[in-house]
């Protein structure tokens, strides 16, 4: 019987109940800084209520994988030290990312060729971390790397995919946090009905086609959500100010250049938000973010393929940027003053289109012989069929004063959805 040091009274899961170890964990600088680091940086700008943090998401993220060890299908196949280590692993999943969580990840990403999980699993083996773990009788190095999916443990390639995979604690969680602190909820997902039908098949996670019903509701819910709350106009308008500041500002704060996790753990929302207000370069976005004077969005086209083809040209910056100096010289302004927005760029949250990937989920059917049997979604699922593809968003923006101008010449310039795209919505 797992012994519990107490509980954490939280707003979506109500009591969530934590071992000594992890308690530790929760005390430390890392995790605790995740306090100031918000779950969805920009969105208070359309939703006044999003203002939630990293850290309960963590704490949610723990408290779901603690649910999915208990299933009694994976129970049996773990021991109480991989149990523990999950929900370490799940609570540290997200002490890598910068400030403005997500939107940071565009200048991890350009000028270091890193991302969060990169930075997660650096604090993990680099910081007070190591010690607590240690202290605690467990191996760093094996949580850091389960934190990030990448612990490959021979014979149980589930363990990663409980914390990294397309229907993951992580997701879970934030499918219900993001929506109940928006307030933009898109029909009730039964996250613990997925939990409790989830399996083991072969070596790998996979759902019991007996929660189809909760199956299809969640990856709606994300689907939704991601137009909705990731992906909304104004919502982006801030995040793409945001990190503007924060690229023209990065040299002179440092943004980009840590010696060390300490270095890079002094970064939260508060101080660099006070940084690039003092930041010459980065001054005037932030008061105009203060003052609620965001970028227009003059062009906006939403488009669902069925091939890879065109979602992955958009996730290339020249391309990106031909298309912008072509509309900036059809509209007579400079091109710094318009931005091409789609969501492969890695400061959008849950970026690549993954969510529109379901067929990556293992569905089985348990004859009472007790035999599994894998099943194709779209074989049993019109929602599955309908939604296989790539969602992708083109979007352009510019400064006020050129919305006329930069809006007929992006039409002029991008005119209809590319050839290869079909419409659905």
Not at 153 to 164: E, M, P, T, Y
Not at 240 to 249: F, G, N, Y
Not at 352 to 378: A, C, N, W, Y
Request: glycine share 6%.
């Amino acid at each position: 019987m797992r012994r519990y040091w107490g509980e954490i009274k939280d707003p979506v899961h109500g009591y969530v109940y934590i071992t000594e170890a992890e308690k530790q964990l929760i005390d430390s600088y890392p995790v605790q800084r995740l306090h100031r680091l918000r779950q969805l940086a920009g969105s208070e700008f359309v939703y006044s209520g999003a203002n939630h943090t990293r850290f309960e998401h963590s704490i949610g993220v723990m408290h779901l994988a603690g649910k999915v060890v208990e299933n009694q299908n994976l129970s049996q196949l773990l021991s109480e030290e991989e149990v523990q280590m999950v929900r370490m692993a799940s609570l540290l999943h997200d002490v890598g990312h910068g400030p403005f969580s997500h939107v940071f990840e565009h200048l991890l990403v350009k000028f270091l060729n890193k991302t969060h999980e990169d930075m997660t699993r650096w604090i993990i083996q680099k910081s007070e971390l190591r010690d607590i773990i240690s202290g605690v009788g467990y191996d760093p190095d094996a949580i850091g790397k389960l934190a990030v999916g990448e612990l490959r443990r021979q014979g149980k390639a589930f363990l990663d995919q409980i914390i990294h995979s397309t229907v993951d604690v992580d997701k879970l969680d934030f499918v219900v946090r993001d929506t109940y602190h928006t307030g933009a909820e898109y029909g009730y997902v039964d996250i613990f009905r997925l939990i409790h039908m989830l399996d083991v098949l072969g070596e790998n996670l996979a759902v019991d086609v007996g929660a189809l019903s909760a199956l299809e509701s969640f990856v709606l819910a994300r689907f939704e959500s991601f137009k909705s709350i990731y992906f909304h106009r104004v919502g982006r308008a801030a995040q793409i100010m945001l990190a503007s500041a924060m690229e023209e500002a990065k040299d002179e704060l440092g943004l980009v250049e840590f010696d060390s996790p300490q270095d890079y753990l002094a970064l939260n929302d508060y101080t660099v938000w006070t940084k690039l207000k003092e930041c010459k370069k980065s001054r005037g976005i932030m008061e105009d973010l203060e003052r609620r004077k965001l970028i227009k969005c003059v062009y906006d086209r939403t488009f669902h393929v069925k091939e890879k083809l065109v979602p992955s040209i958009f996730s290339v910056d020249e391309v990106r940027d031909q298309l912008r100096n072509k509309i900036a010289s059809e509209a007579g302004v400079e091109p710094h003053f318009i931005v091409i927005d789609v969501p492969t760029v890695p400061s959008v949250p849950y970026h690549h289109s993954d969510l529109l990937e379901p067929m990556e989920i293992p569905v089985f059917q348990k004859t009472r012989t007790g035999e599994k049997i894998p099943l194709r979604l779209s074989d049993i699922s019109s929602v599955f069929d309908v939604l296989k593809g790539f969602i992708n968003i083109l979007r352009v923006y510019t400064d006020e004063r050129y919305v006329d101008k930069v809006s007929v010449a992006a039409e002029k310039v991008i005119g209809g959805t590319p050839s290869s795209a079909k419409i659905s919505f």
